[in-house]
């Protein structure tokens, strides 16, 4: 899907990210209902943490779940997310405490759409990734059965933390496939457009930028290779992740630009998949964590 340079599709958040929480953290009866239907395609689903006012910042969260009697009455509001129009179900990060320390007061809810109270705003106008659905997601007196919290009440953020790091590298692997595609369009196109009397490949410059590309490029693959052979072993560390998400989705910027710049007037024409991909790839250095904060968390480790 990256490589193909489709920014438009949801499937690895579905698949990948909203799937695992709950195959490592739900009930065995949650686990049955919800991976089936998933599986199926019968129900896409998201996963709402973005707040306005609270991205990067988890522990800030403002929308609430109080408990009354057997259910949670859950309100607030999310942004920036990714199904949100077409989700079906969204596990919502909610504040279900008040002690000093934050991140103890953070609960992870299962929430079905068809809920009374649950309502959604117009997909949001991006700069690119037209095709996804991102949205807010608003919460007014939402109730839903305390079968519905996932894992543990107070141990939303342990759970994020821990499933953060996979989503980061997610990130860094549709990076790293839209980095080599890129190249490869580039690459397809300076050898059919000639300048001059010849192609644009033939020159210097061009050659040279291509080397510096390709080698970038591959030494993102290896250290990726790496990270995934450590999350494969179960040992990714969170700096580690940080890192690939924070290196490869700058190279990607990078090298999508430079290509850009290769192909001329026609990469800035929409109908070029390199102008696509220079307006799509800006928001992987801002979602699953900023690179600021990446940075921050692999400080944390020295």
């Known amino acids: 899907q990256a490589y193909a340079m489709d920014s438009s599709t949801g499937f690895s958040l579905h698949s990948d990210i909203v799937a695992n929480y709950i195959n490592n953290f ?78 103890a007061n953070l609960s992870l809810i299962i929430v079905e759409a068809d809920r009374m109270g649950f309502s959604k705003g117009k997909p949001l106008n991006k700069i690119g990734m037209k095709g996804q659905d991102t949205c807010e997601l608003f919460f007014d007196h ?24 996979w989503e980061r590298m997610l990130v860094a692997i549709i990076c790293q496939a839209g980095a080599e595609a890129a190249l490869a369009h580039t690459v397809q196109y300076t ?15 061009t050659r040279f930028k291509l080397a510096e590309l390709r080698t970038e490029i591959d030494f993102c693959r290896a250290y990726l290779d790496r990270c995934m052979q450590l999350q494969l072993e179960e040992n990714l560390g969170i700096d580690a992740a940080a890192a690939a998400k924070y290196k490869i989705s ?39 964590g900023t690179n600021e904060i990446m940075k921050e968390l692999i400080s944390r480790s020295l």
């Open 191 to 205: 050898k059919e457009r000639k300048a001059f009397g010849k192609t644009v490949s033939s020159f210097k410059n």
């Open 250 to 288: 700058e190279m990607f910027s990078k090298v999508v630009d430079e290509c850009l710049q290769l192909h001329g007037g026609y990469g800035y024409m929409l109908e070029y998949p390199i102008a696509r991909a220079y307006l799509d790839n800006r928001a992987n250095r801002i979602y699953a």
């Open 26 to 103: 739900g009930s065995e009866a949650q686990k049955h209902y919800w991976l089936t239907r998933m599986a199926s395609g019968e129900t896409v689903t998201a996963i709402a943490m973005t707040e306005t006012g609270t991205g990067s910042d988890l522990q800030a969260v403002r929308t609430t779940a109080v408990l009354d009697g057997d259910d949670y009455i859950i309100n607030g509001s999310k942004i920036f997310i990714t199904n949100g129009y077409l989700c079906d179900m969204a596990i919502v990060v909610c504040k279900t405490g008040d002690s000093e320390k934050g991140s």
């Open 142 to 165: 939402v109730r839903v059965p305390k079968e519905n919290l996932l894992g543990m009440e107070g141990m939303g953020f342990m759970m994020l933390m821990k499933e953060l790091a």
